[in-house]
């Protein structure tokens, strides 16, 4: 003899499970960690430079490449976007310097502010459909080159005020925030 259908449907059997759990709380920055940000690269003049590096976050998967060119120390303050993840993530970030930086041609004082968001992730995230993000920030001091050009007649090498900067080593980002939203914090 069968089982009712309404008996069965008592144990849960036809309920998608909810790997998400039931007890919803923002996740800590622990949870969203750690990410590390690799083959940071600064090329350029105050004036025009560009920027990229790699961002990978261990325990979420996200995995992509953050770059932009045709900067100047004006425009570093606007939030640029990334790559699309691999996961769907969307990650941004913005870059800033001192002016005081681009007369040292041997090396260079970099901060670059990560934000990254997670949508419907229930690997880390309480709440399905809310959308998770944190915030965070790499300070790196690294080693540059002056690039320098031919000028003038004899084809003499001058410096021509460019810069080479680049650290390709692992540098852990410093998560400061977690919150839900759309936006980077103000």
Not at 78 to 85: Q, R
Request: hydrophobic content about 25%; glycine content about 8%; aromatic content about 8%.
């Amino acid at each position: 003899m069968a089982t009712p259908l309404h008996h069965l449907q008592g144990f849960g059997l036809f309920k998608r499970q909810n790997t998400c759990g039931n007890n919803a709380q923002q996740p800590q920055s622990d949870d969203l960690g750690p990410v590390t940000a690799s083959n940071l690269k600064v090329e350029g003049t105050r004036e025009q430079f560009s920027i990229s590096f790699s961002l990978r976050n261990e325990n979420t998967g996200i995995d992509t490449t953050c770059s932009k060119d045709k900067l100047s120390i004006g425009s570093t303050d606007t939030w640029l976007s990334c790559a699309p993840a691999n996961t769907g993530a969307i990650a941004k970030f913005k870059y800033s310097t001192d002016d005081d930086d681009w007369n040292n041609p041997t090396s260079q004082s970099v901060t670059v502010d990560i934000y990254w968001q997670f949508v419907e992730c229930c690997a880390i995230c309480p709440e399905r459909g809310v959308t998770y993000y944190s915030y965070g920030n790499v300070n790196r001091d690294i080693h540059c080159t002056t690039a320098s050009q031919k000028r003038g007649v004899l084809g003499s090498r001058q410096n021509s005020g460019a810069v080479s900067c680049n650290e390709q080593n692992a540098i852990p980002v410093s998560v400061t925030d977690v919150g839900t939203g759309n936006q980077p914090p103000q």
